[in-house]
C-alpha cells in the first residue's frame, strides 16, 4: 500500500458512501482512477466490507457488554456457535485467564443475562465475567 492507498483507506473509514469523483479528488486522483483503486484494494483483501455505522441505542441495542468467557476445553473451533447468538457482535480468542472474548449488545440487561445462559450451553464454557460499558467514550477506525 502506498500513500494514497492509505489516504483512500482513511477517507471511506470517514465515509464508505462517498462518490468516487469526491474521494478521487481528496487524493488527487480522477474518479476513475480511485475507483480502480479501491477495486485493488478489495481484491488484496485491504477492503473487506463496506458497511454503516448504526447507532446502537437507536435500534435498541443501548446495552454494551464485554463478556470474558473461561472454559475447560480449547474454544478456537467454537466460532460457531458463538456466532449463532446474534446479540455477540464479535469473539476472540484471547491469552489470559480467560479463553474468549465477546462483544454483546443487547436491549436490556435481563436479555444480555439470556445471552450468558446461551454461553453457558456452549460445550466447555465453564463460567463468564461480564462488564457492562456505562458509556462509549470514543471508538476509532483502525490507524494507518
Known amino acids: 500500500m502506498d500513500g494514497i492507498d492509505r489516504a483512500i ?3 471511506l473509514q470517514q465515509d464508505a458512501g462517498q462518490s468516487y469523483a469526491a474521494l478521487g479528488a481528496a487524493v488527487g486522483l480522477s ?9 485493488k484494494l478489495r481484491e ?23 463478556v470474558m468467557v473461561d472454559s475447560n476445553a480449547w474454544m478456537g473451533d467454537s466460532g460457531g456457535q458463538f456466532a449463532a447468538i446474534d446479540e455477540i457482535q464479535e469473539a476472540h480468542i484471547i491469552a489470559g485467564s480467560a479463553s474468549v472474548l465477546v462483544k454483546v449488545r443487547t436491549a436490556t440487561t435481563g436479555q444480555l443475562q439470556d445471552v450468558l445462559r446461551r454461553l453457558y450451553a456452549i460445550e466447555g464454557v465453564s463460567g463468564t465475567q461480564a462488564t457492562v460499558a456505562l458509556e ?7 490507524p494507518l
Open 31 to 39: 474518479a476513475g482512477a480511485a475507483h480502480e483503486r479501491v477495486r
Open 136 to 142: 462509549t467514550l470514543f471508538e476509532r477506525p483502525l
Open 9 to 11: 483507506v482513511v477517507r
Open 44 to 66: 488484496r483483501g485491504v477492503i473487506r466490507r463496506t458497511t454503516v455505522d448504526v447507532d446502537p441505542a437507536a435500534v435498541g441495542s443501548g446495552v454494551l457488554a464485554f
